[in-house]
């Protein structure tokens, strides 16, 4: 019985041994091998924070670009990378983002919006010009597009070969999107033949417009918060055919605001990422940060979206891959990566280059008229920590200007007091001819003056804010003027006062530090019930920087730009000289005594 069992499996082994290598006859069926999905790939390049760059160009130095890391800048030097990876993946689908900050940051852009407005003379944008060579998919509008008004904003939209998406800025009076929310891309994955792919693309631009430029656009836009735009329009994209959905975002990742809670979140790309669902990936941008490749799940869908800053002024390009499977025709992405690539590994494109010579050497030519001489060599490397002349020459000017607005009037009895920051560290007004483009160089923002009242006790709180620049240093301590500042403070949030004398000792605790402040050239402390003018850029009297009372109303606005103040000022004396304005009023020191 045993033996019979044993050949009986033996033959059943054999039959289906046999089986399984004969040939199959005619008309039997036969079990279908499961077919495996076949794989596709994207990719995505992003650019952000362009900020008027495109030569490799300092219109301040009138030299090619240099920093200390040897980084490069412009559109020129991005759209090269662009058409190299657009060649290695020819016959494959390639997007190409901006997430804002596009129109306004150099010479150039500037004098395209103010010297020779595109709004008067019909002339396309070099921003425009620019980028339409390189051939966008789409750009999103960052803050600072919206600094010279909506209708210079306007045209330069149209002037666009692509879109313009802000999804959150709405219309005042309707709360419909004043630009368009998104697009739809379709895209062909390979060559004739290859499946279609879809991806959407939702542009979210930064609320803090709302601060940073109120007189542009209060009772005309409102700006809705990041975070809920997204959860609103990422379902719509997806119900409306969205494969892939990608977020081009104007807001950098740190999850904080420079202002105050009283707006949505400057900065919600990570917030974005984690709280709402059907996101693949987030090109950020704003904080002019590199971040190569991040992820952040989704705590709803467990997902991991992909996140990836590509820095400032076309130094980075970021590159977003993805790896995509088709089945029953359903999209899924397999697999995505990031990273971000050095634009100064490459020369500028000719064709981008071309296309803005003529605004380029218009520009450069604007910026090195003479409009001055300086008696002596004039530097901001120290203004940060060191009364120096070239900074009160701003609150010089400013405070000029609004005395002679204000005389006669209701406020033309009290002091006026003028605030400056030290923008750059760089600037310098050399001794003989100061150019235009020495001005810009230390005012390199495009503000402008206002003036509001505030008190005594105002005063102080404002330069106890503003003192939280330093580290604190107990006296004896060494002092490194390098590492002096509170890293997560920028320069540009440091402000200085004319017109009273006070001392801060960086010693003492954030809050504590204003341990002298009396009117100019006395011992009398300022009482807290004084009043003063204070004359103030419209960055800081909007709320920038979140500083203490100065969101008040003004008492002068002319809309005057703060920079061409200071270039007229210079042209109408002649000489800069700092026999005529320089007041030293204020010294850090530790327990009393001078730090330096």
Sequence with gaps: MTSSSGASRRQVLAVAAAAATAPLLAGAPAEA?????????????????????????????????????????????????????????????????????????????????????????????????????????????????????????????????FPALAANALNAETGKPAFLPYVIKEVRLGG???????????????????????????????????????????????????DLVIISAHGGDSGTSSYGPELPNENPSALIAEQVPGIDA????????????????????????????????????????????????RWAVVAKSATTLNTNTVVEDPA????????????????????????????????????????????????????????????????????????????????????????????VYDNTLEAVVLTGAEVKAYLEYSAKYF?????????????????????????????????IDIARPVGQRITRLVLPGTDTPVAADARFVVAVNNYRRSGGGNFPGIVTTQVYNAQQEIRQLLIDWAQAKGVIDPADFFVPNWRLVREGVPVF
Aim: hydrophobic share 40%.
């Design 33 to 161: 091998t499961p077919k495996q999905p076949g794989t596709w790939d994207l990719t995505v390049l992003g650019t952000s924070d362009t900020h008027g760059n495109v030569y490799n160009w300092d219109y301040y130095s009138d030299a090619e670009y240099d920093d200390s890391r040897h980084n490069d800048v412009g559109v020129a030097k991005l759209a090269t990378l662009v058409n190299q990876i657009r060649a290695e993946r020819a016959g494959r689908a390639t997007l190409v983002l901006d997430a804002g900050d596009t129109i306004q940051g150099t010479p150039l852009a500037t004098y395209y919006a103010k010297q020779e407005p595109i709004t008067s003379t019909g002339e396309t944008h070099p921003m425009a010009n620019a980028m339409n060579v390189l051939r966008y998919d789409a750009v999103t509008l960052g803050n600072h597009e919206f600094n010279y008004g909506l209708p210079l904003l306007a045209t330069w939209i149209e002037q666009l070969g």
């Design 282 to 329: 987030i090109l950020f941008g704003h904080a002019h940060n590199e971040v190569p490749e991040k992820f952040v799940t989704n705590r709803e869908t467990g997902q991991a979206v992909l996140l990836s800053e590509p820095s400032k002024w076309g130094q980075r390009l970021t590159r977003m891959d993805f790896t995509l499977t088709r089945d029953k025709g």
């Design 352 to 443: 981008v280059l071309a296309a803005v010579r003529g605004q380029h050497a218009k520009t450069v030519e604007y910026v090195n008229r003479v409009v001055a001489r300086s008696s002596v060599e004039l530097s901001a490397a120290e203004s940060r920590y060191r009364d120096t002349p070239i900074l009160d020459f701003i609150n010089h000017v400013q405070t000029e200007v609004v005395t002679a607005a204000l005389a006669g009037g209701e406020y033309a009895d009290l002091p006026v007091l003028s605030i400056a920051a030290p923008f750059s560290r760089t600037a310098v007004f050399p001794q003989g001819d100061v150019r235009i483009r020495d001005v810009a160089g230390l005012y």
């Design 192 to 242: 004739h033949g290859a499946p279609k792919l879809r991806v959407g693309i939702l542009g979210l631009t930064n609320p803090g417009v709302a601060i940073w430029d109120k007189g542009n656009v209060e009772g005309r836009l409102v700006f809705a918060d990041m975070v809920a735009t997204a959860a609103k329009w990422v379902p719509v994209m997806r119900r409306r055919g969205a």
């Design 471 to 503: 580290r604190t240093l107990p006296a004896g301590a060494p002092v490194d003027v390098a590492a002096i500042n509170d890293p997560a403070v920028p320069d540009y949030n440091y402000d200085v006062f004319s017109g009273v004398d006070y001392d």
